[in-house]
């Protein structure tokens, strides 16, 4: 009985899928985005970064159902580390650009699920230890279009180990992003 009822739920959900932009079209997004950057890691404390980020990003269009978008944008990333013993409290800044490549599923008319692989190019730090300057990171996100405008929720989980002088802590990103772009066809 579940198997069945998960199908006929599939098959109204195909029925009743829709995208913003008809297949084979290439949209661009210009994009502003509120990050809450953190670093997690094994006996780690700290707390978010708040910053921004802003780029754009191309989407084609593939069938009603399906899309795949690449972007580049400029991150603000890192956290505030809190009580440290030698140093007190401070923020860890690093500033990456981002190229996420997403792959786009929408479900219901103007609405996106999203996921795919982000690489991550260190820009710029305050460190005295050296990072890496090359991150791996998957984003998930949900998305939602309203006459042009994209709201945007993302979550870039990180795979990348970013010191390797830090064993201890196996410290990686974890940044949530809230965006608003506005696609325009080309």
Known sequence: MKKIVLMAVMALAS???FAQAAPGTFT????????????????W????RLGVAAGVEGEYQITDMFSMSL???YSMQGCKVL????????TIKMDYINVP????????????????????????DNLSDVPKKFDVS???GVSYEYRGFVFDLRYNWGLTDLFDDYDYADL???????SLGYKFAL
Not at 102 to 121: C, D, E, I, M, P
Not at 172 to 178: A, D, P, R
């Open 71 to 73: 972007g580049a944008m």
């Open 15 to 17: 029925m009743s899928a």
């Open 45 to 48: 404390i700290s707390d978010p």
């Open 138 to 140: 998957i984003p998930i």
């Open 83 to 90: 009580d440290d013993y030698d140093y007190g409290d401070y």
């Open 172 to 178: 990686k990103n974890s940044v949530f992003q809230f």
């Open 101 to 124: 490549l997403l792959a786009n599923v929408y479900f219901v008319r103007n609405l996106a699920v999203k996921t795919g692989v982000q690489f991550g190019f260190l820009v710029n």
């Open 28 to 43: 661009l997004q210009p994009k502003m985005s509120f990050n809450v950057a953190d670093m997690s890691g094994k006996n």
